[in-house]
């Protein structure tokens, strides 16, 4: 699923120091607990591998929660691993149009991500594995134009129903026998917001960083009063240590929730790329065309309370081009986005300064 869409890693300033955000030890869960009485002031970290990337956790007021993000990683990584064939995900695309079984986390995700393909008119949709599945951008496989068109005559995410009657034995359907999902462009956003949605209800955690490969959300407010900054990473530094601006954010509190939470999640041409025959192409798709997007966009950050909003909304700006992407992200109220331009210059939408200054 994921390993065919790596975001662009944002250099993370956000908690003590920016190591807290991109330092992993190892490919195995770590915690560092510290005691429970100092907890407040002093955060407790742990580091795993899942979804293809590594996933940081800085958490304030409670040493237990680290290691409890670590294991729900885990969790929603083996639902949605789309090349895993255990998973959810693989099993409705294996399926040939029969119903399938779910969590009701997958049931939920995919619910949530056919609403924001209603709405995307066209530039986002998670029938797009169809075609992904025939481009391997690890090794350098690009389909032929005759594979690519006869995958796109499956891609329609009109053909996906979700049956919640049972809410705790859901149904995926696919219309269309030869449909397949991938939900690269949502999973982590929607994992990201329901990793904060533990830290409410089963730990004493007050504030916390969640970085997961790129996707960024801070839960509550920053312990020492101010904001949480967050660098955006230049897409044409390949060692991630320049950055083309900082966004300032604060985690605002909601009407249903004590401590709030703002995420950032980018998108960006260079992390997978490939050559051949003397053509660059990159990993993000057009679902129109079954080919990598043609953009003048090198990436894209949203900033928004949602994390599942940001990472779907990021996809589609950057398949829209900064001009009509700045007139689809300020349609959503509480959302900004950042575009890094291929000539070099950026640009901001209208509620950019007003979210992240």
Known sequence: MLS?????????LAAPSAAALTACQSSDATDAPRDQA??????????????????????????????????????????????????????V???????????????????????????????FDITIGAVSQLWDFAEGVRPSDAEIAAALAHVDWRGVAVDTSDPEAPTITLAD????LDLGGIAKGFIADRLVETLRAKTKATAAVISLGGNIICYGDKPDGGSWDIGIRDPNDPGGSTVMGTAHVHATSTPDTSAGAVSLVTSGLYERTFELDG????????????MPVETDVESVTVCCPSSTQADALSTALFVAGSERGITLVDSYENTAAYFILADGSTRESARWQELTD
Not at 4 to 12: D, I, K, Q, T, V
Not at 93 to 119: H, I, K, M, R, S
């Open 177 to 180: 026998a030869q449909a397949a």
């Open 279 to 290: 053509v660059t192409y990159w990993h993000i798709l057009d679902p129109q065309t079954g």
């Open 38 to 91: 100092n907890a407040e002031a002093e955060p407790s970290t742990s580091s795993t591998f899942a979804f293809d990337t590594y996933c940081t956790f800085t958490v304030y007021g409670d040493a237990t929660a680290p290691a409890l993000l670590a294991r729900e990683c885990a969790r929603y990584d083996e639902l949605f691993d789309l090349y895993d064939p255990a998973s959810d995900i693989a099993r």
């Open 4 to 12: 065919r869409r790596a975001l662009l890693a944002l250099a993370a």
């Open 93 to 123: 695309n294996a399926a040939a149009g029969a119903p399938v079984t779910v969590d009701p986390a997958t049931a939920e995700v995919v619910e949530q991500a056919l609403a924001f393909c209603a709405e995307a008119g066209g530039l």
